[in-house]
Every structure is written in structure tokens, then in C-alpha cells.
């Protein structure tokens, strides 16, 4: 289950981000999550509330921005949505193609309460 580590790096990212010793909380984690990076938002909300107690981030939320996926087809260019792997282009049915966009996994802030 890879969103437990994903929620584990969540988590450490954001307690690195906190000075060491202050008593704010987290209250919010905003993450930018890729359609096509395989991750199941649904698990990884849950692996994150199951591990974050005790924590600086007991009381904080996931806020998940979802990037579409994106792909240019190499053979005639279209660009076109790609919502799983192995779409082919709708233009030429050519399975040549470069995803430009939706392998993203990036935590974009991390809101704290003092
Ligand atoms: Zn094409």
C-alpha cells in the first residue's frame, strides 16, 4: 500500500517545515496530486488520519488539488486529457505519446496555528 509511505512523507515534510521545539499545530496541508501518479486520494486521507495522532499534524487536513493528465501525441501533436495509462491518441490512435502533465506529487503549503 504506497499511500501509507506517501502519507509517511506527508507527515515528515511537514514536521521538518515547523521549527524544531515550537508548540504550533498544522492545520492544513495543501498537495497537488496527479491524476496519472496512481495515487488513491481515498487512502491516502485514510493512511494519513490513522498515522497522524500525537503528531504536530493530529488536527490538520488534507487539502488535495488534482492535476488532470495531460499527453502530446508524438506522430501529429494533439494534446489531449489522458485520464489512465495506455490512452492512445484520439486524433491518430497512436500509442507514441508524451505525458506533459498528471505525475505530479508535490505538497504546495503547510498552514500552522500558534
Ligand atoms: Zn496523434
Known amino acids: 500500500m504506497h499511500e501509507l509511505s506517501i502519507a509517511h512523507s506527508i507527515l515528515s515534510i511537514a514536521e521538518r517545515a515547523v521549527p524544531a521545539g515550537s508548540k504550533v499545530a498544522v492545520t ?46 508524438s506522430d501529429c501533436g494533439t494534446v489531449f486529457h489522458m485520464d489512465s495509462f495506455g490512452t492512445c491518441c484520439p486524433h491518430c490512435k497512436s500509442f507514441l505519446v508524451k505525458i506533459l502533465k498528471g505525475k505530479e506529487l508535490k505538497v504546495l503549503s503547510i498552514m500552522v496555528d500558534e
Request: aromatic share 4%; glycine share 6%; net charge negative.
Open 28 to 73: 492544513a496541508v495543501s498537495l497537488q496530486i496527479g491524476e496519472l501518479s496512481s495515487i488513491e486520494i481515498e487512502s491516502l486521507e485514510f493512511a494519513f488520519s490513522a498515522i497522524r495522532s500525537g503528531t504536530l499534524l493530529e488536527k490538520a487536513e488534507l487539502n488535495i488539488e488534482i492535476i488532470p493528465g495531460e499527453a502530446a501525441c
